[in-house]
């Protein structure tokens, strides 16, 4: 204990970092993600493939392969993203965008035929349906999934320890390789600040699943 | 394509459709030919930036170069995957089922395994394995792989579980089963396939995080691609990135295209054995599983 003790600041700093990222890339995700979903489910072709085409893209490459491409491979054409924080916050965002799409995708694909119809039949176009009807209840269904996909964007900021970033996980690297004999506390360390951000999250998650299950 | 959002369009609509469809079509096009004559200015497609995917220099062959991705590096890669793979998927269905026993005291140990291997990131545990343990590359990864893909496992399995109507295991006690025999026989092997799009889409999850050996110093796929690019020069980097990229959608989607496969098929003979497909669906997005599975993508 005495060794995350005397580390506590470089502790602190990652752990600022993580929270920075996750919370920078999870607004950006979000923002794109609900564009993309609305692409998704709109009726030109033309857009709901270009959607298409960038989820499952990004859903199948893997978020260090996204890092490698803005690290390593976009410079060799002229774009320098700037390097370290920006370059995360761009990578876990294009990829939390794709499953931010998929989760309110589906939930407005969970809301009832009759709502969609019964706003149809009074009327209401395309864009009052969706936007008065349809994707007010599908928040309500989205919000657990979304939170998933948050914890998920928290723990793949990890990712970013790879590519010049000491967040969380780069911290606590740099403590183990300091002391390798306690390396294990030193991870038990980052661990646990982990923990602190994701259980809490994901029973958060779990409450409000249940919650909106009951409603229905 | 119908939808309920909107109406089968009419003549007007139609039009309107077209035109929007068409404007948004240019918009695309306008934005790739952009990109592309960004590109060319940067002599992006002239040969000296390809021609190490045909006609390497250095008096290497393209044969060399391709070895070295396609069998070397995607070999390293699927064989940390398949080691980690069944690994996982034995440990979890031993968790399931520790976690669903009758001994409230006893499900305990299992929960907690479970929540902390779910709420940790892969890298750390590997960095665990690497760093606090003192094990190669190869070990490492596979053991990162292992432990979180376990917990995941063990919450599909768990969900697939619950979501058996209560009937099947009270018929199996009817009929004299013992508790080890009902799950055995009856219980798992309803809940395995309930879940199987679910666990084939976290076995993608789990090939994806393998890239992570990148981190720790497994030398995979993407190790292969920055290895050819010192070798060869970093201008090499586009090509390569596009042999390598293309090689893992290739893997990946066709894992993730089994995954939809099994679903229809699995919701096609859920219908028919009277299991409410509602109640599967339902089960496999508590999971955070199936095909859209979010919340366990790295």
């Known amino acids: ?216 | 394509m119908s939808s309920v959002l909107y109406d089968q369009p009419g003549p007007r609509a139609r039009r309107r459709e077209r035109i929007g469809s068409v404007a948004g079509a240019l918009a695309l096009i306008v934005l790739l030919a952009l990109a592309y004559r960004y590109a060319e200015q940067r002599g992006l497609f002239g040969a000296d930036r390809w021609d190490v995917l045909y006609d390497p220099p250095k008096n290497q062959t393209a044969e060399d170069v391709w070895r070295s991705m396609v069998v070397v590096g995607l070999g390293a890669t699927l064989r940390a995957a398949v080691v980690a793979a069944p690994l996982a998927l034995v440990l979890g269905l031993v968790l399931a089922m520790w976690r669903t026993t009758r001994i409230g005291w006893l499900r305990a140990p299992a929960t907690v395994v479970i929540e902390l291997f779910r709420g940790l990131p892969v890298l750390l545990m590997m960095l665990f394995a690497l760093l606090g343990f003192g094990w190669d590359a190869f070990a490492a990864v596979v053991f990162g792989l292992t432990v979180y893909n376990m917990a995941i496992i063990a919450e599909i399995l768990r969900a697939g579980l619950a979501s058996l109507p209560r009937g099947q295991s009270e018929a199996a006690a009817a009929i004299g089963l013992s508790r080890w025999q009902t799950m055995r026989l009856v219980l798992l092997p309803q809940a395995v396939r309930t879940m199987l799009p679910s666990l084939v889409a976290q076995l993608v999850v789990l090939l994806k995080d393998s890239s992570l050996g990148f981190i720790v110093g497994y030398p995979e796929l993407l190790k292969a691609m920055q290895n050819n690019a010192q070798y060869f020069g970093n201008r090499y980097y586009v090509a390569l990135f596009v042999l390598g990229a293309g090689t893992y959608l290739v893997v990946n989607l066709s894992l993730t295209r089994l995954a939809v496969w099994l679903q229809g098929r699995s919701a096609r003979t859920a219908g028919r054995s009277g299991t409410d497909p509602a109640l599967t669906a339902a089960a496999a997005a508590t999971a955070g599983g199936g095909p859209g599975g979010t919340g366990s993508a790295v």
């Not at chain 1, 395309?126 to 309500?140: I, S």
């Open chain 1, 1 to 216: 204990m005495d060794l995350i003790a005397d580390n506590l600041p470089a502790y602190l700093n990652g752990f600022r970092l993580t929270l920075q990222l996750t919370l920078l890339a999870g607004a950006l995700a979000l923002v794109v993600g609900t564009v993309l979903a609305a692409l998704r489910v709109s009726p030109l072709p033309t857009l709901r493939g270009a959607a298409v085409a960038w989820v499952e893209l990004l859903r199948n490459t893997p978020l260090t392969l996204v890092f490698f491409f803005l690290v390593f491979v976009a410079p060799q054409f002229g774009i320098l993203p700037p390097l370290g924080f920006w370059t995360a916050v761009i990578a876990l965002s294009a990829y939390t965008s794709a499953f931010v799409c998929e989760a309110v995708r589906s939930g407005i694909n969970g809301v009832p035929v009759g709502q969609a119809e019964a706003a149809r039949a009074i009327g209401l176009t395309f864009g009052q349906t969706l936007g008065l009807v349809v994707l007010p209840q599908a928040v309500r269904s989205v919000v657990p999934p979304l939170i998933n996909v948050l914890i998920a964007l928290a723990k793949n900021t990890s990712v970013a320890a790879g590519f010049a970033v000491v967040e969380l996980t780069a911290a606590g690297r740099r403590v183990a390789l300091a002391n390798p004999a306690e390396a294990i506390q030193a991870l038990a360390g980052v661990a646990v600040f982990y923990l602190v951000l994701t259980i809490p999250a994901g029973y958060l998650a779990g409450v409000l699943e249940r919650k909106v299950a009951f409603a229905r």
